[in-house]
């Protein structure tokens, strides 16, 4: 076997076996495949799909590309989260918090940015000192002592998504569903979770531009955990706009703060909050009645123990709380400016994904593997779609550390803030739940 016959058959559209599926992950995790091998056949998958069968064996090669955590020994149902990618997507440095404050434990590895989507890994190591890299002893022994560990993808722990991960963010190849399915559940196997809460994005910002092939990467994620026996659920969510008001890495964070404070929570945020939160709560077998359960969210909102939690888990992780404390510490960027509206009626379109580009241009996210981000800039909107703007009111600030960077998405963002004289509905954040 050869990895130029494994293209081949891709190439022509032809059904790969496991022996084979096996032979890349494997000669590609420790090196011998090559990235312009890896690559040549991840695009032949792109554009020619995969079965179901061939779906699942990739998931379960890349599972087993490494460790597979065992986090029996709490001795309590640990429920992982992972969402399908979006634009202003800050639930996890959210809801996490939040779970872990209701004590049902967090064992969570998070991703960096992909596309012109964000990361949470991006997004905590905004935060001064946060360490995202932890050995799989601290991993553990920090979910033990505080009930939360959020890291990136340094353990080994399915090493093979790791580097597919971030050449199919290289390639242009992000947005497939036996891509995304494989990627996202072989993380879950090798993490230890007993059961999955997902969050399937759909919409304009969301590789699953509509709601058919949301329905079918959501099936095939819980087929795949069926049969690894980690019960799935899958949640699908608007991203048609960003979601809540800030997009690019500090924005972000300081946007989960204040919504943790619970002095400011923008509603579709909260909804997509509560409801992975109650669904979360649900599989821990801690309430079966998920408005109930929205309700204990609330109250350890209400009541600070989530923003506890957070700080918490940033103090133990070696972040500088006082950021947390006071997030007017965190640098700003150098240009902060607003754009105005020209004309007066409804907001009716503000495309997620233009944004999220337009976020990736100023600094937030990166073009190629190498690229360093810039936490401080990003775009925070003052409009979201359904709200009525007068002339000459501000739709959005832009973060930026470049003039003619700033001046360029000045021109793009009033173009994407589309108003019209019509009524327009807001956006409903909850499409559908698959279990
Ligand atoms: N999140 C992942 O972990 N993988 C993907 O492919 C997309 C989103």
Redesign the pocket.
């Known amino acids: 076997m050869n990895i130029l016959s494994i293209i081949e058959k891709k190439r022509d559209k032809k059904e790969l076996t496991n022996q084979e599926i096996e032979y890349f992950i494997q000669n590609y995790t420790n090196g011998k495949i090559k990235d312009y091998q890896a690559a040549a056949l991840i695009m032949a998958i792109y554009i020619n799909g995969m079965t179901d069968e061939e779906t699942t064996n990739l998931t379960l090669a890349m599972a087993h590309s490494g460790e597979i955590l065992d986090l029996s020994s709490f001795n309590k149902i640990i429920v992982d989260k ?4 979006g634009v202003g997507d800050k639930v996890s440095l959210i809801l996490l918090p939040l779970i872990a404050s209701i004590g049902i434990p967090v064992a969570k590895m998070s ?1 960096r940015g ?1 596309g012109f989507t964000g990361g949470t890994v991006d997004k905590l190591e905004s935060i001064p000192n946060y360490k995202v890299d932890l050995s799989l002893h601290k991993f553990e022994q920090n979910v033990e002592k505080i009930g939360i560990s959020m890291i990136s993808q340094t353990l080994n722990l399915a090493p093979a998504d790791k580097k597919i ?1 971030s050449l ?1 963010d290289s390639i242009s190849c ?1 947005g497939s569903i036996p ?2 399915a494989s ?2 559940m072989s ?1 879950k196997i090798a993490s230890g979770a007993q059961k999955i809460v997902l969050d399937v994005t759909v919409g304009k910002g969301a ?1 699953m531009q509509n709601i058919e092939n949301a329905r079918n990467l959501a099936n095939k994620m819980i087929s795949i955990g069926k049969l690894a026996n980690k019960e799935t659920i899958c949640i699908l969510t608007n991203m048609d706009e960003p979601l809540g008001y800030s997009v690019g890495n500090t924005l972000e964070v300081i946007e989960a703060i204040q919504f943790l404070k619970a002095n400011d929570m923008p509603e579709d945020l909260k909804e997509v909050v509560l409801e992975l939160g109650a669904y979360m709560i649900k599989l821990a077998n801690k309430g079966d009645n998920i408005e109930e359960n929205k309700e204990k969210l609330l109250e350890k909102i209400q009541n600070k123990k989530a923003y506890e939690k957070f700080v918490e888990l940033v103090k133990n992780q070696e972040g500088d709380i006082s950021y947390i404390e006071n997030p007017e510490k965190f640098e700003k960027a150098k240009y902060i400016e607003p754009i105005y509206s020209n004309k007066k009626g409804y907001i009716y379109e503000i495309n997620a994904k233009e944004i999220g580009k337009l976020a990736c241009y100023l600094g937030a996210g990166r073009i190629s593997k190498e690229d360093k981000i810039d936490n401080r800039v990003g775009i925070i909107l003052n409009k979201k779609v359904g709200d009525k703007v007068s002339e000459n009111e501000v739709l959005a600030y832009i973060h930026a550390s470049n003039i003619e960077k700033l001046e360029y998405v000045k021109k793009e963002l009033l173009e994407i803030i589309k108003i019209s004289e019509n009524f327009t509905s807001k956006n409903k954040a909850i499409i559908e739940i698959i279990t």
């Open positions: 992972h969402s399908t990618g991703g992909l991960y199919r992000v891509l995304i990627s996202i993380k590789f």
